[in-house]
């Protein structure tokens, strides 16, 4: 009996009761019977890297960075400072996130994810980058450009958002090179999932993304064989 492909997500988070989580974990459901599926995601929880396995499927937990946990990245860590440490706290992540960490506070993460994809037993035959954060898709770029086999890698974006077309203000001084970011993320040898048809037609028309390369899966569907 032949082996499964192996196919890996590549996530911020996986067991928060996020939107996007619940979206990861049903379609997890859907293709494990396909695939031998693995999870690389942060948990806030973790102080070092963690493999378990859960239903068939491996899950790698890592620890978030030091300036995610104590300055960066609000969603993450238990560091609550109060009075003038909290004043100096929030400044500081505002410069840094304004001005070094592109395009969003998990930019922080990337080495680590790449060290994670890099000490698996294997090359995956898919690898699937959850975005938001669009940091995912630096992560699972470079990664691809860095390996040195000729074992075909195919990547798949799965977008929840446009980048730099989007009503939430993400670093209004930057829109330029975020639209430049995004063009060359959605320039990559790559499938492209979104969850909505305004969204489909937006990176059809302003990025070129053809037809054949995108896909619709909108949130809370049931994934069923055609």
């Not at 996530?11 to 293709?31: T, W």
């Amino acid at each position: 009996m032949s082996q499964l492909p192996q196919l890996v997500f590549l996530c911020p988070s996986y067991d928060f009761a996020s939107p996007r989580n619940i979206r990861i974990k049903h379609i997890v459901q859907y293709l494990k019977s396909q695939y031998r599926i693995c999870i690389v995601c942060l948990d806030a929880n973790m102080h070092e890297k963690s493999v378990t396995e859960v239903d068939d499927v491996a899950i790698i937990r890592l620890p978030y960075s030091r300036l995610s946990t104590l300055i960066t990245n609000r969603y993450v860590g238990n560091f609550h400072p109060t009075g003038l440490l909290r004043i100096l706290c929030r400044a500081v992540s505002y410069l840094i996130n304004r001005f070094w960490l592109f395009p969003d506070p998990w930019a922080a993460e990337k080495r680590t994810m790449v060290r994670a994809l890099n000490e698996l037993d294997s090359v995956p035959d898919v690898l699937v980058a959850s975005i938001m954060p669009f940091s995912m898709a630096m992560v699972a770029t470079e990664y691809r450009r860095a390996l040195v086999t000729e074992k075909d890698l195919k990547l798949i974006l799965d977008i929840g958002d446009p980048l730099s077309h989007n009503v939430v203000p993400l670093k209004k001084r930057f829109s330029g090179s975020l639209k430049k970011f995004e063009q060359r993320v959605l320039s990559e040898d790559s499938h492209v999932v979104v969850t909505n048809e305004a969204t489909a037609k937006h990176y059809q028309s302003t990025f070129g993304v053809t037809s054949e390369r995108l896909s619709v899966i909108p949130q809370g569907a049931s994934l069923v064989d055609s």
